[in-house]
């Protein structure tokens, strides 16, 4: 039986930070209201493709590298430790974040629910872990292995991790990803940013075009684009994605731009009034 290995996923999104001990991207509900928050999945840069290539993501987005929070089995451990995958910088901090939370009695249900559980690996006997730390017959010890000095973690601004972008493009059709545009279907809003509810201060640059109008690719007019905003986007829109409007006009999500474009490819000057 293979050792349960906790997957954490998040959405990718923009504008960069060092964080060495700060919060980070998404978040793991203990199942107690307490929240353990971890790096979003972005490309720093160390890939031109597009799609960017998932096994060079600052936060691996498959199970690489994965949590094993608790197992009876050596030979578990030891296959998890031969398979760890060397990438990017040594934050040791992080290390030890996870190390002391999976210590922590504040994991105590989010254990409790894989505990026994068909296919977890994790045994019943680990329904009551992590113990209390006032239990006097529990000794808690963290073992820590780095492979040098503690250097950095890079992260996002928070504004870039759960929002919409300033980048919009006029897609083919209305499911299309964001990703597959060209340069001459896409258009960066430069105002209105801090008047969302008032579309008629907008202006975006057409890119390709290399010219300035208020309203985005896609429309004919200002009145066009407006009435499309006051109509509200077409369809459902899908988690992590920006809203579509008429004429296939999506406003893209940070998550959308960096699910596929590292972040030396989305470079801009983020506004005064979102940093």
């Known amino acids: 039986m293979l050792a349960h290995k906790l997957k954490i996923q998040t959405e990718p999104p923009l504008a960069m930070r060092r964080s060495e001990s700060q919060a980070q991207n998404r978040q793991v509900n203990s199942g107690a209201g307490v929240y353990y928050d971890h790096v979003s999945h972005f490309s720093y840069g160390g890939s031109n493709d597009s799609p960017i290539n998932p096994d060079v993501t600052w936060c691996f987005t498959g199970d690489q590298n994965a949590i094993i929070p608790h197992t009876t089995s050596e030979s578990d451990l030891h296959n998890a430790i031969n398979d760890l995958h060397a990438?990017?910088?040594?934050?040791?901090?992080?290390?030890?974040?996870?190390?002391?939370?999976?210590?922590?009695?504040?994991?105590?249900?989010?254990?409790?629910?894989?505990?026994?559980?068909?296919?977890?690996?994790?045994?019943?006997?680990?329904?009551?872990?992590?113990?209390?730390?006032?239990?006097?017959?529990?000794?808690?010890?963290?073992?820590?292995?780095?492979d040098g000095e503690n250097t950095q973690q890079w992260d996002l601004y928070d504004h870039y991790?759960?929002?919409?972008?300033?980048?919009?493009?006029?897609?083919?059709?209305?499911?299309?990803?964001?990703?597959?545009?060209?340069?001459?279907?896409?258009?960066?809003?430069?105002?209105?940013?801090?008047?969302?509810?008032?579309?008629?201060?907008?202006?975006?640059?057409?890119?390709?075009?290399?010219?300035?109008?208020?309203?985005?690719?896609?429309?004919?007019?200002?009145?066009?684009?407006?009435?499309?905003?006051?109509?509200?986007?077409?369809?459902?829109?899908p988690a992590g994605q920006g809203p579509t409007y008429a004429n296939n006009v999506r406003q893209a999500s940070w998550q959308e731009l960096f699910a596929t474009f590292s972040y030396r490819n989305v470079n801009f000057t983020p506004a005064p009034e979102l940093t």
């Open 87 to 146: 990438y990017g910088n040594t934050a040791i901090d992080m290390g030890v974040k996870w190390g002391v939370a999976l210590l922590d009695p504040s994991t105590k249900s989010l254990i409790a629910s894989l505990a026994g559980a068909s296919g977890s690996g994790v045994p019943s006997v680990a329904a009551g872990r992590p113990e209390q730390f006032t239990q006097s017959d529990v000794l808690k010890v963290l073992v820590l292995m780095t």
């Open 161 to 237: 991790k759960n929002n919409l972008s300033f980048v919009w493009a006029n897609l083919d059709n209305a499911n299309d990803l964001v990703s597959g545009s060209n340069l001459w279907q896409t258009s960066v809003q430069t105002q209105g940013l801090s008047t969302p509810n008032n579309y008629t201060d907008d202006q975006f640059f057409w890119s390709y075009y290399d010219r300035t109008r208020n309203y985005p690719l896609g429309y004919s007019s200002q009145s066009e684009y407006v009435n499309a905003r006051n109509s509200g986007p077409i369809g459902t829109v």
